[in-house]
């Protein structure tokens, strides 16, 4: 039974000898848990010898935890330690290799902290400092410095504090050095990474040579921002209503530190005057009042602050950016403008190089970045940030004709990523002769790029068929500035823009067709279903008839209910026969240009007037059974029931609303076009 009981009192010895922490520890660490920290200085002071041993798992001190409360429990925590050891207190490192000046910054009040420690170490510095390092010099495992974890987690008032001390008793005086790790990576990339834009800008201003380094994927600063588009205003896309509350804000979400600077330095830029100022900044601050109630009151008011505050310190970043990126000007031109093209070898059998080009593109997509984009303005033209686009214009109005290794310029990135917006530029410079004219390494022209499908992105659009809609009109726009020799060039694939076009589109015209059929015939039924309705509805008169008369003939109400039952009867039957046409007509590719959608939209605006006018019959045929007065309140109850569900439907199929902005739009360019804009404002001041 002996023998039996021995390996269980080993066990039970080796857990002993594992545990980490005593009781007296694991009390503090439920202090410090529940942040009693009354508590947890009690059980320090009873047992002080715990204080620079390992408190929990991360490594840390009881100093290290005691950074989490208040400046002065931290005061007390060090005096507990005896003087002797001290320094070594305050440069004990936990698992991450922080010190408790590394640990301070996030604090919430890092600078009372800082002061702190500061001033036991100035008490050392004679005794202690003399061949060891200043707390501020330490590095972390990763080989950050307080300053760069600061930096890294937008910490900018205690970055501020800790750079001053830099260059004071017992430190070196060369601020750089803190903004860099071992590795290739610097403060200013993990700014820019982590969105502390008000730190990166303040760094750069510190050290101008931080723009020009390059991290371990060889990206700079400017590449790192040139990907993230959602920060920036031209990315984000906002209602009428939004946009309106968005464009007063104010350009300061509160009254902070890097506001303030930024402010101040745009005021000395411009010169501004001191009596004007004073009348501005009491406007201003009536103005910032205003929005702060707001903004604590609703909570999507004060998110929009904050994404308008982030937004205009990214694009203020981008500007001093732009400024140290020459890397444009290592460019492949060559003579762009060619007429000797590529003609295809044979009629290509469209059909059949659609099965075997699905390896070819699988195997195409998979070596896409085979050779990543390293030009900041091309980073940014492909994401679609204007802003940063449009500084490069400014600054370097050159960039625009760059042209990489694999023979591509703004134009193919603006085109095969399909930003609009970065096409509008471009064409607003005069350069687009210039640069249409480029053909890559593949032997592709724009029209190739822009029919490719490797960067699609779908847009928010009701279906696949409007989805294709939109791929063909963007086709179509790029069409009408290229050359028109370059419909027949062939890439090194043998495929026209025409023929690749077709291939690349082959599921998406698929999924088109099907989801139209679905729709007509949906459509359909629904608008049959009201026919039906509103044709009995023409038989079974409200309030009956007398020899054949109807009771109500010479009621305006009555009059109202014939006229709408008719209109509805008319669109509903229109409705039913554009749908039918739709599930008739021939879905090919081009057809899903102008024609089909064309149908569908005039089927969706023939059923809604059909249910709105369904809705108005039933409205008038209560008011006459009930035989109530037409500006009584109740009547207008009635109505607005009525409409209920008719709104609803409106909401729901919005593509009638895009099809009568479109059409609206289109027709308006053709009137500019017939009658010049001077002689219809000379119309419409006589009228």
Known sequence: MSEMQTPENGELNRMEETKLFCE????????????????????????????????????????????????????????????????????????????????????????????????????????????????????????????????????????????????????????????????????????????????????????????L????????????????????????????????????????????????????????????????????????????????????EFEGIDHMWKEKKKHKLAEQLASTLVKYDLSWQVSSNEYNRTLLITMPRDPLNVAKRRRVSVQKREERRKNIEERPERIALFIAAKTGIVEIVKKFLEVYPASIYHVTKNKQNILTMAVKYRQKKILKIIERTGTMES????????????????????????EHLAGVAFHLQDELRWYDTVRRFTPKHYNMHSDIDGHTPEDMLEIEHDGMLKEAQKWLKETAQSCSTVAILVATVVFAAAYTIP?????????????????????????????????????????????????????????????????????????????????????????????????????????????????VYVMVRSITKHLWKQVKKVFPTRLIERCMSHC
Request: aromatic letters at 10%; proline letters at 4%.
């Open 24 to 211: 007296e520890t694991k009390e503090a660490q439920k202090a410090a848990m529940e942040k009693r920290w009354k508590d947890f200085k009690k059980k320090m002071m009873e047992n002080r010898g715990i204080i620079l041993t390992k408190f929990d798992l991360l490594g840390n001190t009881a100093i290290h935890v005691a950074t989490r409360s208040n400046p002065e429990l931290v005061r007390e925590m060090i005096e507990m330690v005896p003087e002797a050891e001290r320094w070594h207190a305050l440069c004990k490192p936990n698992g991450e290799g922080n010190t408790v000046l590394h640990e301070i910054v996030f604090s919430k009040k890092a600078m009372e902290m800082a002061e702190v420690v500061f001033r036991f170490e100035d008490q050392l510095v004679p005794r202690e400092m003399e061949e060891k390092k200043p707390l501020v010099e330490l590095r972390n495992n990763r080989g950050e410095t307080p300053l760069f974890v600061a930096a890294m987690h937008g910490k900018l008032k205690i970055l501020r504090y800790m750079a001053n001390r830099v260059g004071t008793v017992g430190t070196v005086d060369n601020l750089p050095k803190h903004f860099r790790r071992s590795d290739k990576y610097n403060a200013l990339h993990a700014s820019v990474i982590g969105q502390h834009f008000h730190v990166a800008i303040w760094l750069q201003r510190k050290d101008e040579t931080l723009a």
């Open 213 to 296: 380094e390059r991290d371990e994927k060889q990206l700079t600063s400017l590449q790192l921002l040139s990907k993230m588009p959602q920060v920036f205003r031209s990315h984000i896309h906002l209602g009428l209503v939004k946009s309106i509350i968005y464009i007063l804000l104010p350009d300061e979400y509160d009254n902070d530190e890097q506001c303030q600077l930024f402010k101040q330095k745009k005021d000395e830029e411009n010169g501004k005057e001191d009596e004007p100022k004073v009348c501005k900044s009491a406007i201003s601050n009536i103005n910032y009042s205003f929005w702060k109630s707001l903004a604590a």
């Open 435 to 458: 640069l249409v004219g480029q053909i890559t390494d593949k032997e592709r022209t724009v029209l190739h790029e822009v029919a490719r499908m490797d960067y699609y992105k779908a």
């Open 543 to 655: 309030g009956g008839t007398e020899n054949g008369t109807p009771v109500f003939l010479h009621s305006s109400e009555f009059l109202f209910f014939t006229i709408m039952d008719v209109v509805a009867l008319a669109t509903s039957l229109a409705s039913v026969v554009v749908f039918l046409s739709i599930l008739t007509s021939p879905c090919d590719l081009w057809d899903f240009h102008k024609s089909l959608p064309r149908k569908l939209n005039l089927g969706f605006a023939l059923l809604f007037l059909s249910l709105m006018t369904t809705m108005l019959a039933f409205s008038a045929t209560m008011l006459l059974t009930i035989r109530l007065e037409w500006k009584n309140w109740t009547s207008t109850l009635i109505y607005s029931a009525a409409f209920f569900p008719v709104t609803i439907f409106a909401i729901i199929q919005f593509p």
